[in-house]
C-alpha cells in the first residue's frame, strides 16, 4: 500500500510510526515545507518520558541532557520520532507543498515534484490535524523554576511553565503560546491519535 501523509506532526509520525511496526509492507511517504523535522521558532508543551510507551522506543535518540531527568522537550520528542521513523524506512520529502488533483491523485512541487514526480497516486492518505480548540496557555522557558506555577526542569538549567494568565517575570528566556485543554498532555493525546488513526487503517485491511 502507498501512504501519504501530508504533514510532519508528532501526530502524523506516531501514525507512520505505528504502520511501520505493524509488520504490514507499505509505502510511506511524508510532506513538509520546513527543511528540518523539529525545526521551529515557537515553544510547545513538552511532556514526561514514561507518558507513552513509543516514548521509550526513541529513548536513544534523546540528547545527553535528557538522560539526567524525566522531562522530554517537544522538538526532542519530535525529531526522535521522524529519526526513528525514517530509520524504519518513511520518505520525508522537505521543502515541499501538494495538491490533490483527483481522488487519491496528488500533484507535488519543490523537492517532492523531483523525488516522486509531478503527480502520484496512493491508496491511504492521512490528513493533518485539525487546529487546536480550547483554552490559550501562556508558555515560558525561565532560568529558575516559578513558584507560582508548576516548572518542568529541562535538565540545562532551564525550566518550562504554561499557565493561563501571562507569565510575567525576570529570567524570562523564550514566550510561547500553545491552544488546548491541557499542555502536559499535549504530546501525548497527539501520539494517541496518530495511533488510533493507524489502528483504523490496519483494521481496514484484515
Known amino acids: 500500500m502507498r501512504i501519504l501523509v501530508l504533514d510532519d506532526s508528532i501526530r502524523s509520525l506516531a501514525f507512520s510510526l505505528t504502520i511501520q511496526n505493524s509488520g504490514a509492507t507499505n509505502e510511506i511517504h511524508m510532506i513538509s515545507e520546513k527543511t528540518e523535522v523539529g525545526l521551529s521558532d ?16 526513541i529513548d536513544h535518540h534523546m540528547p545527553k541532557v535528557a538522560m539526567a531527568g524525566s522531562f522530554l522537550r517537544n522538538s526532542w520528542v519530535h525529531r526522535g ?17 501538494v495538491n490533490e488533483v483527483d481522488r ?14 509531478v503527480s502520484e ?19 515560558a522557558v525561565s532560568t529558575k523554576s516559578l513558584a507560582a506555577e508548576v516548572s518542568r ?13 501571562q507569565i510575567k517575570d525576570s529570567g524570562i528566556l523564550q514566550h510561547g503560546r500553545w491552544v488546548g485543554e491541557e499542555p502536559n498532555e499535549a504530546v501525548v493525546m497527539a501520539i494517541r491519535e496518530g495511533v488510533a488513526e493507524a489502528i483504523r487503517l490496519l483494521s481496514s485491511l484484515k
Open 121 to 139: 497516486h496512493f491508496d491511504y492518505v492521512s490528513y493533518p490535524p485539525q487546529a487546536n480548540v480550547g483554552i490559550l496557555w501562556h508558555g
Open 81 to 97: 520520532l521522524a529519526i526513528e521513523s525514517v530509520s524504519n524506512g518513511l520518505n520525508i520529502h522537505f521543502r515541499s507543498a
Open 153 to 165: 526542569d529541562r535538565g540545562d538549567g532551564t525550566f518550562e511553565t504554561w499557565s493561563r494568565t
Open 104 to 117: 487519491g491523485v496528488f500533484e507535488f512541487h519543490g523537492t517532492a515534484g523531483s523525488s516522486l514526480g
Open 42 to 57: 515557537s515553544l510547545k508543551p513538552g511532556t514526561n518520558r514514561d507518558s507513552h510507551t513509543m516514548l521509550q522506543g
